[in-house]
């Protein structure tokens, strides 16, 4: 069974930085694209950003955004994906999932429980 | 990239059939068959219901079934149950080689 757990989620003041986790199991992690959606309390989703697998070389893309400001990065040895965010603001606050895009396809198959970021001016 | 356009409510009766559209652009929506819908309870992660436009993964009710045409796609759910009340999602892949997803509608089974 596929599973996706988040962790490192908290309060954080404007500015700050903060680094999300996404550890994985039951699927072969090292060849599944990663990505992180979002979504500000009582609002919608928003996609954040995407990692391809190593054969991909790592490739990653953000949403404008968050551009220069978040970076995701993974450690197959680990089977976990990361989420560093710096530079935080106010309206970063949301609850951060972490989502597996399914193979040849661009739907997320897969949802973590999702962490809480607050970031506080 | 803004977010794709959705109704923000719609409502239907329990056995009723009712559909959500999402429109977007030919850069998004019009330009890939790469469109998923999401289905979201209060407090809990989405759940994949369709992708790629008309495919539904293992597990999902028939019930529920996608379309597009033009810069414009939907979604359809038949036979309206009293569990089907949530918010749903669409999303598609861009040009710019990201996702965008839809603002969101709240389904109401009245």
């Known amino acids: 069974e596929v599973h996706l757990v988040e962790s490192g989620g908290g309060l954080v003041q404007e500015g700050g930085s903060l680094k999300l986790s996404c550890a994985a199991s039951?699927?072969?992690?090292?060849?599944?694209?990663m990505h992180w959606v979002r979504q500000a309390p009582g609002k919608g989703l928003e996609w954040v950003g995407r990692?391809?697998?190593?054969?991909?070389?790592?490739?990653?893309a953000y949403v404008e955004p968050v551009k220069g400001r978040f970076t995701i990065s993974r450690d197959d040895s680990k089977n976990t994906a990361y989420l560093q965010m710096y530079s935080l603001k106010t309206e970063d606050t949301a609850v951060y999932y972490c989502?597996?895009?399914?193979?040849?396809?661009?739907?997320?198959?897969?949802w973590g429980q999702g962490t809480l970021v607050t970031v506080s001016s | 990239q803004s977010a794709l356009t959705q109704p923000a409510s719609v409502s239907g009766s329990p056995g009723q059939s009712i559909t959500i559209s999402c429109t977007g652009t030919?850069?998004?929506?019009?330009?890939?068959?790469?469109v998923s819908w999401y289905q979201q309870y209060p407090g809990k992660a989405p759940k994949l219901i369709i992708y790629?436009?008309?495919n539904r993964p293992s597990g999902v009710s028939n019930r529920f079934s996608g379309s597009k045409s033009g810069n414009t796609a939907s979604l359809t759910i038949s036979g309206l149950q009293a569990e089907d009340e949530a918010d749903f999602y669409c999303?598609?892949?861009?040009?710019?080689?990201?996702?965008?997803f839809g603002v969101g509608t709240k389904l109401t089974v009245l």
């Open positions: 990692i391809k697998s190593r054969g991909e070389r790592y490739a990653t």
């Open positions: 790629d436009v008309i």
């Open positions: 999303s598609s892949f861009t040009s710019s080689s990201t996702w965008v």
């Open positions: 039951g699927f072969s992690f090292s060849d599944s694209f």
């Open positions: 989502t597996r895009q399914l193979t040849g396809s661009a739907g997320f198959d897969s």
């Open positions: 030919s850069s998004d929506v019009g330009g890939y068959n790469y």
